[in-house]
């Protein structure tokens, strides 16, 4: 008989180095690497309104708190949720508040705004929406 493999076995491991694989870490920051990528190791901090950010993550680092993401809206204003469009976690869908009526123009490149600034929601790898600001 074989063992059974732990879910934790095929998770890539999270390294913490400042400079252990080469890489500057920005800022005076740690930098995480995931999968062999090295990312900025997340400050929890909301890039729009400065607050808690639980959503960032290592792959992730910019993305934005859940009451900013409660207040997304497409380009014509109206208040919009992302969601994946499957029940597997995959796709984007984004839709209007007020009458869940699918808004083709932010579910198509995900673009969306908060207090008039650009943001793109996506799908999170392994499922989930991230919703991240665009290069100004």
Do not use: W
């Not at 997304?72 to 984004?94: F, K, M």
């Not at 579910?107 to 790898?125: H, Q």
């Amino acid at each position: 008989m074989s063992e059974p493999v732990s879910a934790t076995a095929t998770r890539p491991a999270l390294v913490l180095s400042a400079r252990g694989d080469g890489a500057r870490p920005s800022a005076g920051r740690l930098l995480a690497t995931v999968g062999g990528v090295s990312h900025p190791e997340p400050l929890g901090i909301c890039p729009h309104c400065g607050g808690p950010s639980p959503r960032q993550t290592p792959r992730y680092v910019d993305a934005i708190c859940d009451s900013c993401q409660d207040r997304l809206v497409d380009v014509h204003g109206r208040p919009v949720a992302a969601y994946n469009e499957s029940l597997l976690g995959t796709g984007l869908v984004v839709l209007h508040k007020d009458d869940e009526a699918r808004c083709e123009s932010s579910s198509a490149d995900g673009r969306v705004f908060i207090d008039g600034r650009p943001y793109r929601a996506a799908e999170a790898r392994f499922g989930g929406v991230v919703v991240r600001p665009l290069p100004e």
